[in-house]
Nanobody, 127 residues
Framework: IQVAESGGGLVQTGDSLRLSCATSGFSFASYVLGWFRQAPGKEREFVGH???????HFADSVKGRFTIVRDNTKKMVFLEINNLKLEDTAVFYC??????????????????????WGQGTQVTVSS
């Protein structure tokens, strides 16, 4: 099982960024893929997820700026961030969890629903 994020870096406010998450070793197409982030001194928090059928769900704090896309052929998921803000500075993590399609989207805002995690990619936003 491998989950690996990439694409982070030092950016300026207002910039856009696309983070990638490459995976292997599990049935990607039947998994929900979630993005979380952890700012210095804070808990890891939910950002957004994409279900096996392509439905997405985002935290209120990022709605309208963040987009998640999945590529089942490549077993990858992408987080696109527009209009970056200082408060987006964090380590961004990708998680994968088995998608029980009958479950409410809120369930997959919880870290405990994810079986596999990557090591994270740092995003630093400067003014």
């Amino acid at each position: 099982i491998q989950v690996a994020e990439s694409g982070g870096g030092l950016v300026q406010t207002g910039d856009s960024l696309r983070l990638s998450c490459a995976t292997s070793g599990f049935s990607f197409a039947s998994y929900v893929l979630g993005w979380f982030r952890q700012a210095p001194g804070k808990e890891r928090e939910f950002v957004g997820h994409i279900r096996s059928d392509g439905r997405t769900h985002f935290a209120d704090s990022v709605k309208g700026r963040f987009t998640i896309v999945r590529d089942n052929t490549k077993k990858m998921v992408f987080l696109e961030i527009n209009n970056l803000k200082l408060e987006d500075t964090a380590v961004f993590y990708c998680g994968a969890g088995a998608d029980r399609t009958y479950r409410d989207p809120y369930v997959y805002t919880l870290k405990t629903e994810y079986d596999y995690w990557g090591q994270g990619t740092q995003v630093t936003v400067s003014s």
